[in-house]
């Protein structure tokens, strides 16, 4: 007779994760199980086979060791040999969120990720110097925008990503980006850049100072001009409000908002490549540009730069400002601002009661040089560590975001409303024209000097416009 006990081997693991509470990933520990196993013994006895006896038998039960991804660290196998990956790209909140998430990948082994962030205007020359360089690229992950992307890929400066992001879509959920920033990213069919941040410019306010003046939260620029007209009497403030024009390109970046409004596009040139921004609605745009800054900032405004018109709402230096969303959530951190949960957000104010929110559709990527020494592979997959749910969800207080399931779960800020209904009902991005790059320069070379009164709105526009076709004449970019 034979008799064979039940084996029954059970291994349980017991583990708990809480993604949004960043909870430290539970260990998961291989154990060798021993059980016990009856194994029949044949004893021969006199001649007879009879079985009798038990034996207890060792088995080992091999156990596979569970996985447990941790969606805040940078979840990235350590390479070969070390290897190090530079980024630059400038400073406000949600990069600087960003910066820190791309330098977790330095903990993995033989892995070194630093992040070089500058005021915008430093790290646009340093990313022009390295990209036109011959040779190897000094950094691994550029910060590029719509506009940038259609200049650096028009001058073959940029990797395409379009193979990494099949390879990559399923496990980085690449679809879950919405549509329109890959179309932003791309040039001539092809992706230049991994979307992180949606931007545009609105209304900041003292709530408190209106209410005080009995004024309405500002729907147009004049109103924005009437308001200011109130608000000079006020003796705690510096200045009622302002825009940024404290360099050519700041010229040229509120003109694009003002044009768009007037025009329904920030499309400054026609189909032909021809001039468009010194027609009828350029001209307005810049009277209207210089009637802000008669009635609102005077000379004193005119030096204000974007990160000095941000100080002067947290420190009440400032009644209103027309400023990037990205820096909206500095309003509320207590280690920045002094008047927390008191600054309010609309929309762009329009240049005309009937005109669209002067606030284009910016965003935000990360780009990977043309030329480069570390495996493009691995930069795309440092980036997407950093772009990825977990990260985006905490990003969204700081900014706009690209990933649709944040949108959907209601992340975001309290600046979020007024951004979005700027997007929406605002004249659009920017296109990907790369002979716009030639036309902002000239517009930024010229329009300061109507603020000095050296040229008129039209002089200064004509000859902007002249520069423009000079130029682009030279690079092809017309007949």
Known sequence: MKRLATLVLAVAVLFSFVAACAAPTPEVVEKEVIVEKEVPVTVEVEKEVVVEKKVVETVEVEV???????????????????????????????????????EKCSKVANLEVNAQLLDSG??????????????????????????????????????????????????????????????????????????????????????????????????????????????????????????????????????????GSFRGNNLLLNEDNTPAFNGPEGLAAVEK?????????????????????????????????????SRAANMDDPDKSEFVGGIGFAPAPRACPDCPHAGGTWADFYSIP????????????????AADLQSQMEAAELSIVTRGTVVERGAGGRYLEAALETIANGPGGMGKNPARVIATTA??????????????PQEALDAAAEEYIREATAQGYLD
């Open 64 to 102: 596979t060791r569970e996985v447990i991804v941790d969606p805040t660290a940078c979840n990235l196998e350590p390479p070969e040999s070390p290897i190090r990956i530079d980024m630059i790209g400038w400073t406000f909140p949600v990069t600087e969120f960003y910066a820190e998430e791309l």
């Open 370 to 385: 043309a030329r480069w020494e570390v495996d493009p592979d691995l930069i795309f997959r440092v980036i997407m560590e």
């Open 289 to 325: 540009l210089l009637e802000v800054v008669d009635a609102c900032m005077g000379e004193e405004g005119l030096t204000y730069s974007i990160d000095d018109s941000e100080i002067g709402m947290e420190t009440g230096g400032l009644a209103m400002v027309q400023t990037w969303a």
């Open 122 to 259: 430093s790290a646009g020359e340093q990313q022009d110097l390295a990209l036109a360089a011959v040779g190897k690229s000094p950094f691994e992950i550029f910060h590029t925008t719509e506009n940038s992307i259609a200049e650096y890929a028009s001058q073959g400066w940029l990797f395409p990503l379009n193979d990494l992001i099949e390879e990559y879509r399923e496990e980085y959920d690449l679809d879950d980006i919405i549509g329109t920033y890959w179309e932003m990213a791309t040039y001539e069919g092809k992706i230049y850049g991994i979307p992180l941040i949606g931007n545009t410019k609105h209304l900041f306010y003292r709530p408190d100072l209106l209410e005080k003046y009995g004024l309405d939260v500002p729907e147009t620029y004049d109103d924005v001009i009437a308001a200011c007209e109130v608000l000079k009497q006020e003796d705690s403030i510096d200045l009622p409000f302002t825009i940024n024009l404290h360099a050519g390109w700041a010229w040229n970046g509120e003109f694009t908002d003002f044009y």
């Open 443 to 456: 517009i930024g070379n010229w329009l300061p000097l109507t603020a000095t009164g050296e040229l008129t």
